[in-house]
């Protein structure tokens, strides 16, 4: 769980039950567009995901991020 909130793909708040008592999980293809736009991700790999999207009807990519 702390390597997902600290790549960005989940976001905690501590409750009643611990750290993680609250957990929003995003959308993994917005955080892996984010991360494309900042150079994190390789250009191959990019494009094999946004592949891979348009094939099973996704659309997130093609969205502005914000």
């Not at 250009?43 to 093609?62: C, M, S, T, W």
């Amino acid at each position: 769980m702390k390597n997902l909130a600290s790549l960005g793909f989940i976001d905690a708040k501590e409750g009643a039950s611990g750290e993680y008592s609250y957990v929003l999980l995003l959308n993994p293809y917005m955080v892996l567009k984010k991360y494309h736009e900042e150079g994190r991700i390789q250009e191959a790999k990019y494009n094999a995901l946004f592949a891979r999207a348009q094939e099973v009807g996704a659309v997130d990519l093609i969205q502005p991020v914000g």
